[in-house]
Nanobody, 114 residues
Framework: VQLQASGGGLVQPGESLRLSCQAS????????LGWYRQSPGKQREMVAT???????KYADSVQGRFTVSRDHATNTVTLEMNSLKSEDTAVYYC?????????WGQGTLVTVSS
């Protein structure tokens, strides 16, 4: 499975940003798509996941600000990030889990700074 992410960049606190990721290759069903992030000096952490029944999970730190969604037709997962804070600054990784396979995207940098 290959994951191609897009989006990311530099925004100011309070602004919004959207990340997208498309999965391709030998995709098993059922599967879960999601986003993780890693800040310098910290471990990678789960941000949001969504399964094929559209059941979602969010980290407490992003609940109410971030929304994860997916499109079965295009195997795409999207993360809408609102009210961004400086502590959201990190490299964001797209993730696929299905058929005993875990795959990661290349990572995209999100920087929230004034």
């Amino acid at each position: 499975v290959q994951l191609q992410a897009s989006g990311g960049g530099l925004v100011q606190p309070g602004e919004s940003l959207r990340l997208s990721c498309q999965a391709s290759g030998n995709i098993f069903t059922p599967n879960t798509l999601g986003w993780y992030r890693q800040s310098p000096g910290k471990q990678r952490e789960m941000v949001a996941t969504i399964n094929m029944s559209f059941r979602t999970k969010y980290a407490d730190s992003v609940q109410g600000r971030f929304t994860v969604s997916r499109d079965h037709a295009t195997n795409t997962v999207t993360l809408e990030m609102n009210s961004l804070k400086s502590e959201d600054t990190a490299v964001y990784y797209c993730n696929y889990q299905g058929g005993f396979v875990t795959a990661w995207g290349q990572g995209t940098l999100v920087t929230v700074s004034s």
